[in-house]
């Protein structure tokens, strides 16, 4: 952390720490008998303050508040990142911190009341403000989404019997992409531009899992729920929700319209995002808006833990049902959920149970920063976090297991699991993810992001090709526990059409055959075998052929091959904001790859003539149908050619 003038400052200096006191509507029993025991004679009030001090949280002392801090900028210097703005909730009272910088490139230390970004955060925001519409009974969580939004068109196969509902957007099970590269990497929208153009020109909306039955995480279902709100209140959803939601609960340092920290119209009191190595990168507008679009600060969304924890009223008059604050949080109609697995997502809350504890969160990421707000309402203990520092190789968790550890956060009493009822024999095999979460990308998911099962005492282990193994144990029926988790982690599922699958209650994996998985796996490695051995071989031969290269059969593949490269230093140039935008360089790629399978074509017409071949002409006609392989199965995944921008 540096100041003004470029000098190393103590954290301490850094801190900002505020205490706030709810309305007494929202408040604990035991802070109503504290604010009693304030009108009495102060040495009195002194005197029972210090008998009470051994009862209360370490989290509401100064003493306590001072060491969360000096752990949270310690580990924002361990991580090299630029700060952190924090608050927790402890019945009944707020107390915010801050530590870090708030820009790199001042140096200007981060204050508690700075506002931040709070990315898909802002999912849990837009979910309450559409509960609050079923509570006025403007809206039902039952009602077809094409009815509301007659414009919208969805390819779903189940639309017969299982309609794509408003449930299923708020829960993430409609089965709908994610988003595209387009929708979420462009500056091509703006800070009015219509939901609707999010979706102009994608054609039909396709459903890939049958609604209700499995989780799928997608932004453009939020982005639906955005136009939802619009077609039943007819007003802009941001407006909608800044009257009917913030203002209620008292959160008036918070909106849901663009903020920005560069440009005529920036928000001072708006923290600077940042990448890697101190990149500052100011906000800019997006398409999917609904899903990620929400600036507040610390205390705003400590008060906002706190309604959600409550019984959904705001001074004594009932504001959201508090039987739909309950459900938040809670999958119901989920395959995991109906197998008995706790963990799942539901109107617009996850139930995680990460670091020893189980509590209802929802995580963010945006331009520059990262965000996550857990409730635990059993504890009536809530903490939220955000960061101005979106750094790929970061250990947010970590900074989630100070709140926990400063908040006192109790883990769930554990129970003994019933004999289990699952053949472990059976789930033996292969897995991929089901459906995938970006359906642009299924091919790379079910190529590499796949998964095996295999048997391990009265266990499984699951082994993923990326990432580290994960052993489970029986947690009762067909329900399993990892051993970093204190309840059932893993669900064991078979559908109706028979098959088999595997869900973590955010993520869902089919059964395939070795079969199906085999001939990609070929394919891939054959061409990419390919690709280097007509690179490689055309730079050999031309510096050592020199002009006789030119006249080689293989020069034209050689070149086809080269010129994939050709809109790197393009991309280079430009922010990978554009990605998702038709530019020099994406027209570039989409051109190249196109052209690789013309080039293939062109090597084989031109070798023909030449046989017999010799053992390396044998090696580059080879290679050519290796990578003319390739490209068709990229093109039937349609990942050929690529274009990113559609």
């Known amino acids: 952390m540096t100041s003004d003038t470029g000098q190393r400052i103590g954290p301490a200096r850094h801190w900002r720490h505020e205490t706030t006191q709810l309305p007494l509507h929202a408040r604990h029993p035991f802070h109503l008998c504290l604010a009693h025991v304030m009108r009495v004679p102060a040495f009195t009030a002194v005197l029972l303050l210090g008998l009470l001090m051994p009862w209360t949280s370490d989290a509401q002392t100064p003493l306590a508040s001072a060491r969360l801090h000096e752990a949270m900028a310690a580990q924002l210097r361990a991580q090299g990142l630029e700060g952190a703005v924090w608050s927790t909730v402890a019945e009944g009272t707020i107390a915010t911190g801050a530590a870090g910088i708030a820009d790199a490139r001042t140096g200007q230390a981060l204050r508690a009341d700075a506002r931040v970004h709070v990315g898909s955060v802002a999912k849990t925001l837009l979910a309450t403000g559409v509960l609050r519409l079923v509570t006025e009974r403007r809206l039902a969580l039952e009602t077809p989404v094409s009815q509301l939004l007659p414009g919208m068109i969805f390819d779903n196969p189940w639309s017969s019997s299982h309609p794509v509902l408003v449930r299923h957007l708020l829960d993430h099970t409609a089965g709908l992409d994610d988003a595209r590269f387009s929708q979420v990497f462009s500056l091509q929208p703006n800070a009015d531009t219509p939901l609707a153009d999010a979706f102009r020109g994608r054609g039909p909306l396709r459903v890939r899992s049958r609604p209700g039955s499995r989780h799928s995480y997608s932004n453009t279902g939020f982005t639906l729920l955005g136009m939802v709100i619009e077609a039943v209140t007819g007003a802009r959803y941001e407006t909608y929700l800044e009257t009917h939601l913030l203002r209620p609960l008292g959160m008036h340092d918070s909106t849901f319209a663009f903020t920005t920290q560069d440009g ?137 297991r100070l ?55 009265s266990g499984l282990r699951l082994e993923p090709f990326q990432s580290e193994d994960v052993a489970l144990t029986p947690a009762g029926g067909a329900l399993f526990r990892a051993k970093d988790r204190v309840i059932a982690s893993h669900a064991f599922v078979a559908t109706p059409e028979g098959r088999r699958a595997i869900s973590t209650g955010t993520q869902n994996y089919e059964q395939v055959s070795l079969s199906r998985l085999m001939p990609l796996w070929i394919s891939l490695v054959a061409g990419l075998l390919g690709l280097a051995w007509l690179l490689v071989a055309g730079i050999v031969r031309l510096v050592a052929l020199r002009r006789a290269a030119w006249s080689h059969p293989a020069i034209v593949p050689f070149f086809g091959v080269a010129a994939l490269l050709l809109p790197l230093p393009l991309f280079l140039q430009q922010s ?71």
Request: glycine share 10%; aromatic share 10%.
């Open 576 to 646: 990978f904001l554009q990605l998702g935008d038709l530019t020099p360089a994406s027209g570039l790629l989409a051109a190249v790859t196109g052209l690789l399978p013309v080039a293939m074509l062109a090597g084989l017409a031109l070798m023909l003539p030449r046989r017999p071949w010799r053992a390396l002409a044998w090696i580059d006609v080879v290679s050519m149908l290796a990578v003319l392989q390739f490209a068709a199965v990229l093109a039937g995944w349609g990942l050929m050619p690529l274009r990113m921008w559609s």
């Open 264 to 400: 005529p119209h920036a928000d001072p009191r708006l923290a600077m995002g940042h990448f890697e190595d101190g990149k500052r990168q100011a906000a800019v507008p997006t398409y999917v808006r609904p899903a990620t679009q929400f600036t507040t600060t610390a205390a705003d969304m400590g008060r906002f833990a706190s309604f959600l924890m409550g019984d959904g009223s705001v001074h004594g008059r009932p504001f959201v049902d508090s039987t739909l604050l309950a459900a938040m949080g809670r999958a119901s109609t989920t395959e995991a959920a109906v197998a008995g697995l706790r963990v799942g997502y539901g109107l617009g809350m996850a139930l995680r149970d990460r670091h020893g504890a189980v509590g209802k969160c929802h995580g963010g990421s945006t331009v520059g920063y990262r965000a996550m707000l857990c409730l635990f309402p059993e504890q009536q203990r809530a903490f939220f976090v955000a960061h101005n520092a979106d750094h790929e190789t970061a250990d947010y968790g970590r900074f989630d």
């Open 403 to 457: 709140l926990i550890e400063a908040l006192r956060v109790q883990a769930p009493a554990a129970r003994q699991p019933a004999a289990t009822r699952v053949d472990t024999r059976a789930w033996e095999g292969y897995y991929v993810p089901s459906p995938n979460r970006f359906a642009s990308l299924a091919w790379l998911d079910t190529t590499l992001n796949f998964l095996r099962v295999a048997r391990d005492g």
